[in-house]
C-alpha cells in the first residue's frame, strides 16, 4: 500500500454545504481581518490561522492528498462564500489551494509525502508563467529566476514555480520550493486586491529535489480527469467565485448605505428611483451570471466525472464565459457606485474595497476578453 493510498483510507472529505458552513459560522472574524490586510499587503496572522482552520488551501487538493476534492461548480460557491467574507482569503486561498491540487494530483508518492506528509494544509503559493530556468543536477534540478504575482507568497511556507530548461530544445517543469529558500520581495503598491500580497518571488540555484517537481506535459497521477484539465478551465470556479463574492457583498452592502444614506436636500438614496431601478437590474444581473456560470461549471464537472466529451470546442466556451461573466458581474456593480457619493470613498468603507476588489479580478488573465474573441472564431468555423 502506497503512502498515498493510506492517507486516502482515514480520510473523509468534507462537503460542500459543511465547507460553506464554516465560512459563515466565522464571518466576523474573517471579516475583522480585511481592512488589516490592505493596510500590510498580506494576510495578517489571524487571517492566516482562520485559513490553516478550515484548511482553505486542501478545498481542490484529490482525497489520496488529504484534500476535499471540490469539482469545479463547488469550487466557485466555495469561493464565493469566501471572497463575500474576505477577499484576502479567497485571493490567495485559490492560489495556495489551486498549487495544493496541481502538488496533490502529479507529484510521485515521495514528493507527495515530502509536502503533505507534516502538514495537513500547507500553504503554497504558485505562479504559473514560466519566467525562470531549471538546470538538471544529480537528485533534481537547480532554479533560476524571478517570478511575479505569486499570491500569498509572504506567508506561504511553499511555492510551485514554472520554468523552462536552460538549454537548446527546453522542456518545462514545475517545481516546489520553500520560500525560505528565496527572496521574497515587497514590490506590491496596487489600487485593488491590496491585501493579497502578490509580489515576486526570485530563486538563485535553489535545488529542489526531483520527487518534488512535475512534468507538466505528463497526465495526472491521481484525483480524476479533472486535474487534466487546462490552466484557463481548471481555474475558471475559483476566478468565478472571487468576483461573485466581492460583487454580492458590495450590493448587500449598498442596501445597507442606501437606507440611511442622503446627498444634499434630495433625501434618502434608497427613496430615488433611479437607484432602485439600477439597483434591481444589478442584482439580477448577478444572478443571471451566477447561474449560467454554475450551469456551465457543473457540465464540466459532469464530462469529467462521466468520461464525457470535453475538446478543444467545449474548453473555448467555458473560458468565454468565465470571461463573460466576470465583465458583466463586474459591470454591474459599477454602474451602482456612481450612486454611493463620496462616503463610499473612505477607506474604512467596505463599498470602495469590494469596487476596487472586483475591478482588480477583471485583470487576471483568465478574464481576458480575448476568450470571447476566440470563442467567436470558434462559432463562425462550425459548419
Known sequence: ?????????????????????????????????????????????????????IRVPMIKAPLEAGGDRLLLADQCRYFTALSYSNPTAAWTGFNHAGAAAAAGSRLSDEGV????????????????????????????????????????????????????EAVEQPTVTLAVIRTADATVHGDWNVMALKGTGSVSITAKDVFVPAALTVDPMEPPKRGGAMYGLNYPVFVSGENLGFTFGACTRFIDELVVYARGKSRGFDGRLADRGAFQYELG?????????Q??????????????????????????????????????????????????????????????????????????LVASNQSLDKYGAVLLADS
Not at 459543511?18 to 471579516?31: C, W
Request: with cysteine; hydrophobic share 45%.
Open 281 to 289: 437590474r444589478s442584482s439580477q444581473q448577478l444572478k443571471a451570471v
Open 1 to 53: 500500500m502506497t503512502m498515498t493510498t493510506s492517507r486516502m483510507g482515514s480520510h473523509v472529505a468534507r462537503p460542500i454545504e459543511q465547507l460553506v458552513s464554516e465560512i459563515a459560522a466565522l464571518h466576523s472574524q474573517f471579516d475583522a481581518t480585511a481592512a488589516e490586510s490592505e493596510e500590510l499587503g498580506d494576510a495578517p496572522p489571524a487571517l492566516v490561522d482562520l485559513m490553516r482552520q
Open 113 to 164: 509525502e515530502l509536502l503533505f506528509g507534516s502538514d495537513p494544509s500547507p500553504f503554497l503559493a504558485a505562479v504559473a508563467l514560466p519566467t525562470g530556468t531549471f538546470t538538471r543536477v544529480d537528485g533534481g534540478v537547480l532554479m533560476n529566476g524571478t517570478w511575479n504575482y505569486a499570491s500569498g507568497v509572504r506567508h506561504a511556507d511553499w511555492a510551485m514555480l514554472t520554468a523552462i
Open 291 to 364: 447561474a449560467h456560470a454554475l450551469a456551465t461549471l457543473a457540465e464540466v464537472d459532469d464530462a469529467m466525472e462521466h468520461g464525457g466529451e470535453f475538446n478543444a470546442r467545449h474548453e473555448a466556451g467555458v473560458t468565454a464565459m468565465t470571461a463573460y461573466c466576470t465583465e458583466t458581474a463586474v459591470s454591474a456593480i459599477s454602474r451602482l457606485m456612481s450612486f454611493a457619493g463620496a462616503g463610499a470613498l473612505f477607506n474604512t468603507s467596505p463599498l470602495q474595497r469590494c469596487f476596487r476588489d472586483a475591478q482588480g479580478s477583471a485583470q487576471h
